[in-house]
């Protein structure tokens, strides 16, 4: 009676160890086979086979609407992805917020659902500190030394930045200079934002200039601004001259101030997980693209700026001014401040010495 006792404790206790055993295998296979589907979907290959197939169709989501010139920019890299590449690599693009917002796609990112991205540094900040240098209120001289910056070491090193969080920078796109817009008078110095909801980005470092300038910062997504700015909920934004144009906030806001108080930059990201799995030749291709698409987009942002300002006045009734940048940059002199002796301060130190 003992022996059998003992025999069937051993089999019980074989019975749990297989049935262990099965779970962590079925769970293995599950894990494995629901990354394989995330980079199915975010790759979009054609045909059976592996990663390394012939053609890789990757998916690139951004917020913009298809007039605008980074939009067109990266038209321009997924042709010269599909030349370069000789028809292995392309890239299929979703603008328009087609696959969610901008937090939304950067979590979209991180977990390899999609292959690219287009985000403002600003929206980065949460993940890489760094990144919000670029937010900092006239810390370029002008666009001469914001791309000797952006295309030098530094430049590199902050699109590295974001590497721990399953996110890569390519290249830049220029999204120029960032000015005040208003439904109700024209900002011609600190003391015209007063008691003003003025609508940024989700950047503390954007939120704190506004409050030092005696605005009140109301972090919202872009696509939100139209009716905000419609129904009153908030009574000024700030932003380039084409995005003020495209997005048609200019038919509720007539009042647009050039104080270019923050240049910006849009980055296209791919996801770690996407980068990872590709070839170093298509990596090459890649970036090649990318860096290509960056050059191109340069020359139809200075160009689309000169007949954007003109339109708003001409076809929109919207009256520009050039303030006196002085007052505004005082304003926020306290930012830089706080920042001596940090590790962003030695950042802005760099930075500034290249515009020496």
């Known amino acids: 009676m003992k022996e059998k006792n003992t025999f069937a404790v051993v089999v019980g206790i074989l019975s749990i160890v297989a049935s262990v055993i099965v779970s962590a295998i079925v769970a293995s296979r599950t894990a ?56 292995e690599m392309k890239i299929t693009i979703f603008p328009n917020e087609q696959l969610g917002k901008e937090t939304v796609i950067i979590s979209k990112l ?7 991205g287009k985000t403002s540094a600003a ?21 001469k030394h914001y791309w000797k910056v952006l295309d030098g070491k530094i430049g590199g090193e902050i699109l590295d930045a974001t590497l721990d969080k399953g996110l890569k920078g390519l290249c830049y ?33 954007a939120c704190e ?29 700030e932003n380039n001259p084409p995005s003020f144009l495209s997005s048609k906030h200019c038919e509720v806001c007539k009042f647009y101030s050039l104080d270019e108080h923050a240049r910006i930059p849009d980055i296209l990201m791919v996801s770690k997980k996407v980068w990872d799995s590709l070839t170093g030749q298509q990596r090459e291709w890649l970036l090649k693209a990318a860096k ?34 002085k007052t505004f940059a005082k304003a926020c002199q306290p930012m830089y401040d706080k920042l001596e002796g940090t590790e962003m301060g030695k950042i802005v130190a760099r930075i500034k010495a290249l515009g020496e």
């Not at 890489?128 to 002008?142: C, E, H, Q, R």
């Not at 506004?210 to 000024?236: C, H, N, W």
């Not at 689309?304 to 001014?321: C, Q, R, W």
């Open 32 to 87: 494995r086979s629901t990354s394989e589907r995330f980079l199915k979907e975010c790759l979009g290959r054609e045909g059976g086979g592996g990663i390394h197939q012939k053609t890789l169709d990757l998916k690139l989501a951004h917020s913009l609407p298809t007039t605008h010139p980074v939009h067109k920019g990266m038209v321009y890299m997924a042709k010269e992805l599909e030349k370069i590449s000789g028809g």
């Open 123 to 143: 929206a980065m900040e949460g993940f890489a500190p760094i990144m919000g240098v670029f937010s900092l209120p006239y810390i370029f001289k002008d666009s």
């Open 173 to 205: 796109y220029d999204a120029g200079a960032r000015s005040f817009y208003c439904r109700s008078r024209m900002i011609e110095s600190p003391a015209d934002l007063a008691g003003l909801q003025v609508r940024v980005m989700k950047s503390p470092t």
């Open 209 to 237: 200039m506004v409050k030092l300038m005696g605005g009140i910062p109301t972090p919202m997504s872009f696509g939100e601004l139209y009716s905000a700015l419609q129904s009153g909920r908030v009574d000024a934004a």
């Open 110 to 116: 991180q977990r390899g659902e999609i292959a690219l």
């Open 292 to 325: 290509a698409s960056s050059l191109f987009q340069r020359e139809l942002w200075a160009k689309a700026t000169k007949e954007d300002l003109e339109a708003l006045v001409k076809n929109y009734g919207v009256k520009i001014a050039r303030p006196d940048k």
